[in-house]
């Protein structure tokens, strides 16, 4: 349970905030951190806003436009970061906390106490709620004035740095690189006797998750609520802000919803608003009582925003199918993520060159972007891995990563990625314990399913399987497009424990016809199984994209970490399908 501190519990935790590992040495967050809570534990909260702290924290002048320059709010997400993986590694201690709400700069206190047994909560304060409709008719009231205030205005989240921040903003969209549009249409309650309370909030919680993931632009055209999901009918003359238009967007995300008896079902589109062709679509059916709506609208949500906003589902899929397709050559920084995107999807030495080419120069065009570097350091480290585009003339891929991560965290050191690529250059340069320090704190930062999974992976090939399997399976459930490399673990693993036919199986689902490692690993575990065609054909792929395969391929499976027991058993394998390393 939690009650409110006094104020000099207050300051006695903020400078144990301030001094802990995670504050350090990042000045701008305990200026930032330290400012607003003397502010608001001196009565001065109703002051706290992004102008005064740009002037008092940030040195900024009288001119300072907060609506203009994102400044505050990016740091206000670092801010947030640092809280929370501060607070995770005191998971289960009591004390104050001091945390800062999204929406806003106040921070807030409080005193966490031991939880309660349930056996020993209070008696209910209200007599039980006769049925699930007397418990939606009351909801239905709140609802409504909810549903009264945000008529007024059409609302544009933006997702600026790490912070995920919202904005009020016009229905005019930033310029296209900063990622997709997404139009979302207010979820329709479609059942006999239709809830408006439910409809809005699974729309609300889609878009406030959907909005957490940096490369998604999310717009809303609130009125839609009031004429069957039409984004900007029924408004007036005063209603606010024009709509986002639904015409300018790149893809749109509707749903329908139904309840009926103690069964909730949910049904979201993402159509191409461009082609009007339909990228996804699911069907949620879950059973709830009126203790769990809520908790079950919550996950729901959470399911839709996680598939779409995750860089490996059908959102980005189709993005990055687009670009690929098309002949102009942009290199702003979106396009350079898909071909990344597209380069980790494929593990294609083509698709490898030109995701680098195009973000050598995004960060010479954009040197203060800490994802460009991070993303930069990842090409890097494929290069070095995988011997995609290898230069001689230049210095060694692994040195490259490692510059360019480091710049990424000089620029953001709560960059999750940047994180988690220093700890693949630190685990390729053998110092395991930086690499469990730099993963521990990406996943901290930011456990998407990405990083979980690609953590994973080399928890397996570390000899963690346990926790490897944990974090891969996890993240092969949010990613519906797994990427090759998130099997690898499941490869390693079965070799290692001689299941010839296991690693079979995963070999096959990890193949990609334009990555040599898989090719190989395939063409080994067939031939160790009896599988001749198979093991041919892999062989034959593989001696096209790689006709040195023979003379460098120890060396690769040495750079990959595969594990000396695991290396040897693909060799033998290899030599039984013809294919003998030096």
């Not at 205030?149 to 997702?159: D, E, L, N, P, Q």
Request: hydrophobic share 45%; glycine share 8%.
């Amino acid at each position: 349970m939690t009650t409110t501190p006094s104020a000099d519990d207050v300051r006695a935790e903020l400078e144990r905030v301030l001094s802990s590992p995670t504050f350090a040495r990042a000045r701008r967050a305990q200026a930032f951190l330290r400012h607003v809570t003397e502010e608001t534990l001196a009565g001065r909260a109703a002051e706290i806003n992004g102008h005064a702290i740009a002037v008092a924290v940030f040195g900024k002048g009288a001119d300072f436009d907060a609506a203009t320059d994102p400044l505050v709010r990016v740091e206000a997400g670092r801010l947030r970061s640092r809280l929370l993986e501060h607070y995770a590694t005191l998971a289960g201690t009591e004390g104050v906390r001091i945390e800062l709400p999204r929406g806003g700069y106040v921070p807030s206190f409080v005193l966490t106490k031991p939880a309660v047994p349930a056996a020993a909560e209070a008696a209910p304060i209200a007599p039980a709620v006769a049925g699930f409709r007397r418990h939606r008719a009351a909801l239905a009231a709140a609802g409504a004035v909810v549903l009264a205030v945000v008529a007024a205005v059409s609302i544009y989240i933006g997702t600026l740095g790490s912070g995920g921040e919202r904005a009020v903003r016009t229905g005019v969209p930033p310029p296209r690189a900063a990622g997709p549009r997404v139009f979302v249409q207010p979820f329709r309650d479609v059942g006999d006797e239709p809830s408006p309370h439910l409809a809005f909030g699974i729309t609300e919680e889609v878009m406030t998750r959907l909005a957490r993931y940096p490369d998604v632009q999310v717009f809303v055209g609130t009125s839609g609520y009031f004429d069957g999901g039409k984004p900007g009918g029924g408004r007036d003359a005063e209603a606010g802000p024009e709509p986002a238009d639904a015409s300018r967007m790149d893809y749109v995300l509707t749903g329908t919803l139904r309840s009926s008896g103690r069964t909730i079902r949910v049904e979201p589109r993402l159509v191409d608003a461009r082609s009007g062709r339909q990228i996804w679509a699911a069907t949620y059916d879950e059973s709830y009582d009126v203790a769990t709506l809520w908790s079950i609208v919550d996950a729901l949500a959470g399911s839709v925003a996680t598939t779409l906003g995750e860089p490996f589902g059908p959102l980005f899929g189709a993005e990055v199918a687009q670009v690929e397709r098309s002949v102009a050559r942009n290199a702003d920084a979106y396009h350079c993520l898909l071909r990344f995107l597209f380069a980790v999807q494929t593990m294609s030495e083509g698709a490898h060159a030109r995701a680098t080419v195009c973000f050598e120069h995004a960060v010479t065009v954009e040197p203060g972007s800490s994802m460009n570097w991070a993303r930069l350091a990842a090409l890097y480290r494929m290069e070095y891995l995988h011997d995609f585009n290898a230069r001689p003339d230049a210095p060694p891929a692994l040195d490259r990563a490692l510059e360019a991560v480091r710049k990424a965290l000089d620029i953001d050191e709560s960059n999750a990625f940047a994180h988690q690529e220093l700890g693949f250059v630190s685990l390729l340069s053998n110092d395991e314990a930086a690499a469990e320090e730099s993963f521990a704190r990406a996943l901290a930062l930011n456990p998407s399913a990405d990083i979980r999974a690609a953590i994973g992976v080399n928890f397996v090939k570390m000899g963690d399987t346990e926790r490897g399997f944990a974090l891969i399976g996890k993240g092969m459930a949010e990613s519906p497009r797994a990427p090759p490399f998130f099997f690898l673990g499941y490869v390693v693993n079965a070799l290692r424990t001689h299941d010839d036919e296991a690693a079979f199986l995963w070999a096959k689902r990890m193949a990609a016809p334009d990555w040599p490692l898989s090719q190989a690993v395939l063409a080994a575990v067939a031939a160790r199984t009896g599988r001749d065609d198979v093991a041919r054909r892999a062989v034959e792929r593989l001696q096209r994209l790689r006709p040195e395969f023979a003379e460098n391929g120890r060396e690769l499976f040495r750079r990959g970490r595969l594990g000396a027991d695991v290396e040897q058993q693909v060799v033998d394998g290899l030599a039984r399908a013809g294919v003998v390393l030096r």
